[in-house]
């Protein structure tokens, strides 16, 4: 059983940034997918990032291109999110998430991070 513990997130002030990092108890293949999603009460868990872990290949929802970045440390199993200049509408609760391939479905991905706070104040 594959364990992610995700750390980062916290309370910041819009335009501000926040790191999230995500470490897999076990070395990923090359063919595995990891993802950052994100979820606010009462809607459906939404897809932000996603790279592929052999060759680093990367997608991002609309909504935060170019303002996050996903990256990976193969040799730490661990992979990232930076997020920038942060907007009120990013505040949510962010989990990891590793898959097998590409999908913005939560559906897709078997191991699940616990989950971490970012709040964006205005």
């Known amino acids: 059983q594959v364990q992610l513990v995700e750390s980062g997130g916290g309370s910041v002030q819009a335009g501000a940034s926040l790191a999230l990092s995500c470490a897999a108890s076990e070395r990923p293949y090359s063919s595995h997918f990891m993802a950052w999603f994100r979820q606010v009460p009462g809607k459906e868990r939404e897809f932000v990032a996603g790279?592929?872990?052999?060759?680093?290949?990367?997608y991002y929802a609309d909504s935060v291109k170019g303002r996050f970045t996903i990256s990976r440390d193969r040799t730490e199993n661990t992979w990232f999110l930076q997020m920038n200049n942060l907007k009120p509408e990013d505040a949510a609760l962010y989990y990891c998430?590793?898959?097998?391939?590409?999908?913005?479905?939560?559906?897709?991905?078997?191991?699940w991070g616990q989950g971490t706070q970012v709040t964006v104040s205005s």
């Open positions: 998430a590793q898959g097998n391939s590409y999908s913005t479905s939560p559906s897709s991905y078997r191991y």
């Open positions: 790279i592929r872990w052999g060759y680093g290949s990367t």
